[in-house]
C-alpha cells in the first residue's frame, strides 16, 4: 500500500464533508470579522478586539486562559511585536466570551491525518474546518493550539493598529507615513518629533486599518524569540492574582455541592433537615442531579453537606475496575471503528515469522488541578453574570444561558487565572451549577467551591484504555508493526457534551500518538476499536497521545531489544527519510544524554519519542537503583516546535508535561467499586514531590516548517521513557500502568 498510509472511505467522507460544510456555511461569511466585542472606557481608545491603547500603555486582549503556561505573555507580545511597544509599556487581560476570539486550530485537530505528512488533502480539510471554525464561533483554549491560532491573527492586529497611527501621525505633521518610523510606544519624524500613540489614539482609531497589514521580517524582532518577564509573574509572586477561587463580592454567599458518585446516576431523594438548621446556612437548592448549599461561608457549606441523608441511583456502568476493563475489551469483538495507518500486508510479515505479542493498559486518570473546580454567579434582572475559571468562555456562556433559560446574550462571562486545567476546565458542568443556584438565590452573587473530594470524584477522566500488539524484528529493524487499541472515545463524549451530538467517521484521537509516527515500517497498522463504556472521560492533557505513546513506545523498544538493536540508532534509521525532523530530535537527545556512554553500576537510561501537537519530542530518563528503591536521577528533553516565540517559557513548558506524565505514569490510577471511584484526595492520587525530582536538560530546536504547540508535547513520551529505563536496569518489561503497582520508587 501506499506509504502515505491508508485514507479509508469514512476518512475521505469526513474530509469531504468538511470541505462541503465550509461552503454550506458561505465563505462569504468566513471572510467577514465577528462584531467587535469590546468598549471603550473614559482613557481608552479601542483599535480592534485585540487592542486598547491607554494614557499608561497598551493593553491587548489575549483570550485564551492563563493556567500557568505563561499564555498571556506569548500572546501579548505578538502584538506588542508588530506595533513596536517597549515590554514595559504592555498589559495583558483575557478579554469577552465572544466569536471573535474564537479558536480555528482547534477545530481541525480531529481530522484524521498524521501531522508530521503534509498532503493538498489535509490543507484543504484543515482550511475547511477554519471555515467552519470561524462559523461556529466556539472561544476555547486545548490542544496546544494558541500560539498556532493566534501567531498571524495578532500580530496582523498589532501590524494594523500600528499602521493607522502611522497614519494619524502624518496627518498630523503634514507629511508621507513612509517618513515615519515607531519605536517605543510611539510615532517618531525624522527631525526627532516624537507623537505618544496615546495622543494619536482617538484619531487614527476613526481611519479605515489595512485588511493585509506588512509584517514584521523574523529577523527584526526584538520581543518575540526573546525570554520576556512573565505578565503574571507579579501578581503571582505576591499572592495578588485573581484565581476564580478569590472572587469576592458584596453581600456575596458561599456554596459548594454534592453529586452522585455513582457517575451519570441519578438523585432519587434527599434529607435536608438537619443541615437547614445549621447556623450560617442559608438556603438548601435541588439541582436535579446534585444538591448545593449556600451559607456565609465555604466551611460551613462543607460541614453542611456532609449531614445530608441522599439516596443515590446505580452508575450506568459496570461496578467495579476489573468488570469496567472487561467492557473495553470487549470492543475488540468488534469492527475497529478507525484503520488510520495500514502500510504494507501487517498479516502476511506477522505470519510469516515468530512474532512477539503483548498487551499494554493503563487506567483512568484524574486532572488533579490545584485549584479545585468553582465558579461564582450572580442572576439580576434577568442577566447572568459568571466569574470562572475555564477554556471555553463561549461554551460556559451557551451551557449557563440554556441552564437558566435565558439567551446566550443575556450572559456575562469573566474568565480568571485558572489554578490548573489540563484539559479539565474545558468542560462547563460546575459553572451551570452556579448558575442553577445563582437563579434560585436571585438577586445574590454565590461563589460555588466543590470540596477536593468532590473534584476528584466527578472528573471526566483519561480514559483507561488496552493494547494488543503484534510485531517482528530483525537486524535490519522492525518489519512489522501491528497495534488495536480498545478505548472509550473521548472526542465523542465531549462532543455529545458541548454539541449534542457526536460527529460521524474515524475517531483520530482515540489512535493518535500510535498511527501517526513518523517511522518507516514497511508493515505498518494501527486500528481503533471504541468502546461505549458509560463512564465520563474528557481531554487530559495529550489526550489520546498520553496513552497511545506509551504502548506505541514501550512496545518498539521490545521490537529493538528482541532484534539487539540500540533502541536509539533503530529510530534514526526508520526516521530517515520518513521525518527528518524527528530525526534531528532522536540524535540532539541522544547527544545531550550521552547515550551509548559507560554508566556508573546500578544506573539505567530509557529512550522515547512521539509526535503530537505538530511538535515531535524525544526524552532520555536515567534512573538507579538504590535501597530504597528507583531513583530518577536525569531527564534530557528535546523539542522542535518550529519556532521559539519565548524559549525560557517553552522550557518551562518541556518540564512541566514530562513531570505531569511521570507522575501519571509512577502513580496516577482511578479505581472503581460499587460504581464509585476510591480515590478522593492527594493523600490516595498522588504527584511527584521536590525530592523525588530527577534534574532537567532541555534543548530547543527550530528545524520544523511550521509553528506547532508546546503545552502537551512533552506529556506522552514520559510514562515509556521511564518504562524503558525500567527495563534496562531490571529485566522487567512493565506493560500496565502505574508503574509503582510494580516497581518501587525512592
Known amino acids: 500500500m501506499s506509504r502515505l498510509g491508508t485514507i479509508t472511505r469514512r476518512s475521505f ?83 469577552p466570551a465572544s466569536s471573535a476570539y474564537a479558536n480555528l486550530a482547534v477545530a481541525g485537530a480531529g481530522l484524521p491525518f498524521a501531522d508530521y505528512r503534509d498532503s493538498r488533502m489535509k490543507t484543504l480539510a484543515h482550511e475547511a474546518m477554519d471555515v467552519m471554525g470561524k462559523f461556529i464561533g466556539a472561544e476555547a483554549t486545548g490542544g496546544s493550539t494558541s500560539t498556532v491560532d493566534a501567531f498571524t491573527r495578532m500580530r496582523k492586529a498589532g501590524a494594523a493598529a500600528r499602521a493607522v497611527l502611522v497614519q494619524a501621525a502624518a496627518a498630523r505633521l503634514k507629511t508621507d507615513a513612509s517618513k515615519l518610523h515607531t519605536e517605543g510606544g510611539a510615532v517618531i519624524a525624522p527631525e526627532g518629533t516624537r507623537i505618544p500613540y496615546a495622543d494619536l489614539a482617538t484619531d487614527a482609531a476613526k481611519l479605515t486599518p489595512p485588511a493585509d497589514p506588512v509584517l514584521k521580517d523574523p529577523k527584526a524582532w526584538k520581543l518575540l524569540g526573546t525570554s520576556l518577564p512573565r505578565l503574571d509573574m507579579v501578581a503571582k509572586v505576591t499572592g495578588t492574582a485573581g484565581f476564580g477561587i478569590d472572587t469576592r463580592l458584596p453581600g456575596m454567599l458561599f456554596a459548594s455541592v454534592r453529586a452522585t458518585p455513582r457517575l451519570g446516576g441519578t438523585m432519587q431523594s434527599f434529607d435536608a433537615t438537619e443541615a437547614k438548621a445549621m447556623p450560617g446556612v442559608k438556603a438548601v437548592v435541588d439541582l436535579g442531579d446534585a444538591v ?57 510479515a506477522v505470519a510469516a515469522t515468530k512474532p512477539i505479542r503483548a498487551e499494554y493498559r493503563v487506567p483512568y486518570l484524574a486532572h488533579a488541578t490545584m485549584e479545585p473546580m468553582n465558579a461564582t454567579a450572580l442572576f439580576a434582572d434577568g442577566t447572568l453574570t459568571i466569574w470562572a475559571p475555564n477554556q471555553a468562555p463561549t461554551v460556559v456562556r451557551d451551557k449557563c444561558a440554556e441552564a437558566v433559560g435565558i439567551a446566550a446574550d443575556k450572559v456575562t462571562v469573566h474568565t480568571t487565572f485558572l489554578g490548573g486545567g489540563f484539559g479539565r476546565r474545558a468542560e462547563f458542568d460546575y459553572a451551570v451549577q452556579a448558575a442553577k443556584l445563582a437563579k434560585a438565590l436571585p438577586g445574590t452573587p454565590v461563589l460555588l467551591t466543590w470540596t477536593r473530594e468532590e473534584d476528584m470524584r466527578h472528573d471526566f477522566y483519561r480514559p483507561g484504555a488496552i493494547a494488543r500488539m503484534e510485531g517482528a524484528a530483525d537486524a535490519s529493524g522492525p518489519t512489522a508493526f501491528k497495534a488495536a487499541i480498545a478505548v472509550p472515545s473521548v472526542y465523542a463524549n465531549q462532543a455529545k457534551r458541548i454539541l449534542g451530538m457526536a460527529p460521524p467517521g474515524p475517531d483520530k484521537i482515540a489512535v493518535e500518538g500510535a498511527f501517526d509516527q513518523p517511522y518507516a515500517i514497511p508493515n505498518y497498522r494501527v486500528s481503533g476499536h471504541i468502546s461505549p463504556v458509560a463512564v465520563p472521560v474528557g481531554s487530559w492533557r495529550s489526550v489520546g497521545n498520553s496513552h497511545n505513546a506509551f504502548f506505541h513506545e514501550c512496545f518498539l523498544d521490545e521490537l529493538a531489544h528482541a532484534a539487539g538493536l540500540d533502541p536509539v540508532q533503530m529510530r534514526l534509521k526508520l526516521m530517515a527519510t520518513e521525518s527528518p525532523v524527528s530525526a534531528k530530535v532522536v540524535a540532539a537527545v541522544a547527544e545531550m544524554s550521552g547515550w551509548g556512554s559507560p554508566l556508573p553500576a546500578g544506573h539505567a537510561r530509557g529512550l522515547a519519542f512521539t509526535y503530537s501537537f505538530g511538535t515531535p519530542t524525544a526524552e532520555v530518563i536515567e534512573i538507579s537503583q538504590s535501597a530504597a528503591g528507583i531513583k530518577l536521577e536525569k531527564m534530557w528533553i528535546a523539542q522542535d516546535m518550529g519556532q521559539a516565540l519565548d524559549p525560557r517559557n517553552i522550557e518551562a513548558q518541556m518540564i512541566s508535561g514530562a513531570i505531569y506524565g511521570l507522575s501519571a505514569a509512577m502513580m496516577g490510577e482511578i479505581t472503581f467499586s460499587k460504581g464509585e471511584v476510591e480515590q478522593a484526595n492527594f493523600n490516595d492520587y498522588d504527584a511527584l514531590r521536590m525530592q523525588q525530582m530527577p534534574v532537567f536538560e532541555t534543548r530547543i530546536l527550530q528545524n520544523g516548517a511550521h509553528l506547532s504547540g508546546v503545552g502537551e508535547p512533552a506529556t506522552p513520551p514520559a510514562a515509556p521513557a521511564l518504562a524503558n529505563a525500567i527495563f534496562a536496569l531490571t529485566g522487567k518489561r512493565l506493560r500496565e500502568l502505574p508503574l509503582n503497582n510494580a516497581v518501587t520508587f525512592a
Open 13 to 95: 467522507l469526513v474530509v469531504s464533508a468538511a470541505v462541503a460544510g465550509g461552503v454550506a456555511f458561505g465563505y462569504y461569511k468566513y471572510q467577514q470579522d465577528p462584531a467587535n466585542p469590546l468598549t471603550a472606557a473614559a482613557g481608552e481608545t479601542v483599535f480592534n478586539p485585540w487592542v486598547i491603547v491607554r494614557a499608561d500603555g497598551v493593553t491587548v486582549i489575549t483570550p485564551r486562559a492563563e493556567m500557568g503556561q505563561g499564555i498571556h505573555t506569548t500572546l501579548a507580545a505578538l502584538v506588542a511585536e508588530e506595533m513596536d511597544l517597549n515590554w514595559d509599556q504592555v498589559r495583558a487581560e483575557h478579554g
Open 292 to 348: 448545593a448549599v449556600a451559607a456565609t461561608n465555604t466551611w460551613i457549606a462543607f460541614k453542611a453537606l456532609e449531614t445530608l441523608k441522599i439516596t443515590w441511583g446505580p452508575a450506568p456502568y459496570p461496578e467495579t475496575t476489573d468488570a469496567i476493563f472487561a467492557e473495553i475489551a470487549k470492543a475488540f469483538d468488534g469492527a475497529p471503528n478507525s484503520t488510520l495507518r495500514d502500510d504494507g500486508d501487517v498479516y502476511k
